[in-house]
């Protein structure tokens, strides 16, 4: 991205729906403010290589995060070849069939597909040849080396989203994770706490583990169902963050 620094990069898998709750959040907030975000790659499939799926995760997580690597393939082509400017549409292509699509959005062994990828290249505006990019590990390379740079400035632990206040020099860190999205006559305000929060030093963590399932057409989730809810995000397959 070139002249100023943008306000925000955030870091995003496609398939989290946390993610994609957040990331909603931010698309309002920058249409109400000159509020500029630059989108960023980070896997959960790299951030779990090293875990034994079948015994820390259930029985979807793998191809759906499987699925999320080969989508952010195609990104990190697009991003090669359109600029950085081509993320955003291309993200919000991509979350509108898989979080918003009342059928339940696509199953994983398509959602990573050549046909689905160059059907969100398409609604995004751009051209489709990067779909290509789904089959081709040597763009794991790129995608590796944006996560890489996340977990750099927040440690290990950590999942998706991750943002980064103000770079280069602001505070970066997991989350915010929210269930639901704010009215957008709140939006602004709420944002506003966090960039209060993330603008001190010595801010480390907030944490908590009962909470509701992301209120999105594809989760089938009630406000009302509240519990513990398995980490989508990090390492293994916690009750907590």
Known sequence: MTGPDPDLHFWFDPVCPFAWLTGQWVRTV???????????????????????YAAQFPPEYEAGHTAGLRLLRVAARTRAEHGPDALG????????????DPAGGPPPERGGSREFAAQALA?????TEPAA?????????????DTDAALQLTGKDVGTPILHFRPPDGAAFFGPVISR????EHAVALWDHVVALAAF?????????LRERPQLPTSGARPD?????????????????
Not at 201 to 209: C, H, I, N, T
């Open 123 to 127: 609604a995004a505006g751009l051209p």
């Open 30 to 52: 920058a249409a109400q403010r000159e509020y500029t975000v630059q989108w960023r790659l980070i896997s959960l499939r790299l951030l779990n290589a090293h875990v034994d």
């Open 133 to 145: 990019a789904v089959d081709d590990p040597s763009w794991d390379a790129d995608v590796r080396a």
């Open 201 to 209: 030093p010595g801010f480390a963590e907030l944490k908590r583990s």
């Open 181 to 184: 999205l704010p009215d957008p």
């Open 89 to 100: 549409p291309l993200y919000e292509a991509l979350g509108r069939e898989i979080h918003e």
């Open 225 to 241: 169902d509240v519990g513990v809810v398995e980490d989508w995000h990090g390492g293994s397959r916690r009750q907590h963050r």
